[in-house]
């Protein structure tokens, strides 16, 4: 049994342990995100508990390079497109994986900052778990997605599995 911390919900400060009720995965197509797909699984079979699938495509920073005119509107379009039918494909491919073990898995595709879309979803959802892939610390200053797995990180409101 996978065990986190609870907070009761009297005055006091302490907390007690209890398994995970709410967990979420970020789903992308990394190797290690793939990995963290695996574990999340994992973790909500034996759990006996479902499973929700996060997947942001990132308009914020289409909206960004569309205001540098690094886009053109039609390639901003385009390429969301292209991000929400790739989004798509490995939503579905992780509810296969979750299906062929027996766990129930909610599927979310969201658009915006990925870090705050999920961060609100995760709220909304009172997640108790947040799993994703790992990233290389070294590249958060230049790489997106590593910049917004670390911003998730630093700002959630539970605990963070990352998965190498």
Do not use: Y
């Not at 994992?42 to 508990?49: D, K, M, P, T």
């Not at 494909?89 to 992780?94: C, D, G, P, S």
């Not at 027996?102 to 979310?108: I, K, P």
């Amino acid at each position: 049994m996978f065990l986190r911390r609870k907070q009761r919900n009297s005055g006091n400060q302490k907390s007690d342990f209890g398994p995970f009720e709410k967990i979420v995965l970020v789903g992308d197509a990394t190797q290690s995100g793939i990995h963290a797909a695996e574990l999340a699984i994992e973790l909500a079979e034996s759990e006996g508990v479902s499973l929700t699938v996060v997947s942001t495509i990132d308009t914020q920073t289409l909206r960004q390079l569309l205001s540098k005119r690094i886009l053109v509107p039609d390639e901003m379009h385009d390429f969301e497109t292209e991000l929400e039918e790739s989004a798509k494909r490995q939503l579905r491919a992780i509810e296969q994986m979750a299906k062929a073990k027996n766990v129930e898995v909610e599927l979310v595709l969201l658009k915006g900052s990925p870090s705050q879309m999920l961060l609100a979803e995760c709220e909304k959802r009172g997640s108790d778990l947040i799993v994703m892939g790992a990233f290389r610390q070294s590249s958060v200053a230049r790489d997106l997605v590593a910049r917004e797995r670390q911003l998730i990180l630093d700002s959630s409101p539970c605990p963070v599995l990352v998965v190498p």
